[in-house]
């Protein structure tokens, strides 16, 4: 079975290339949290904006355009051990979809002024679902990554 995605709109990011997006830099900092930039939808899927503002945060979910194909295997920014894809956010996978969290903060016709953003301008935004209190889980394992999170 295959699906075909249309994007819904692109990002404008001050992330101009992958090289721009230093997690490393931006772990140290405390994260993308204050990295401001714009989710802009084609005009045929504003009215889906509706009741949008609400919503004090969004989740992304995006292509990797940039992507060079899959690796099943990988070295994160934050380690220098091989893992499997599966359990790191690399944009090399079988299916280039990322997903991030953002902040609203303002919308404008087809454009939402966001905050959080970790995706390069030109990013095909594949569609924008509401965060909510269900998708806040308690008592998580960080896995390999457990170690690197508090060393920050």
């Not at 990988?74 to 979809?97: A, C, Y």
């Amino acid at each position: 079975m295959e699906f075909k995605l249309k994007p819904i709109g692109i990002v404008h990011s001050p992330f101009k290339n992958t090289e721009d997006i230093d997690s490393k830099k931006y772990a140290d900092s405390g994260g993308f949290d204050s990295v401001q930039g714009e989710l802009e939808l084609f005009k045929e899927f504003e009215d889906g904006l509706k009741d949008i503002e609400g919503f004090s945060h969004l989740v992304v979910l995006f292509a990797f355009h940039k992507s060079e194909g899959p690796r099943l295997h990988t070295k994160p920014l934050l380690d220098e051990t091989l893992r499997g894809v599966f359990s790191t956010r690399s944009p090399h996978r079988p299916n280039p979809i990322g997903m991030t969290v953002v902040k609203v903060i303002e919308r404008k016709g087809t454009s939402l002024k966001v905050s959080g953003i970790d995706m390069i301008e030109g990013t095909p935004i594949l569609d924008i679902k509401p965060y909510t209190s269900r998708d806040q889980k308690s008592s998580i394992k960080l896995g390999w990554l457990e170690p690197k999170m508090k060393k920050t």
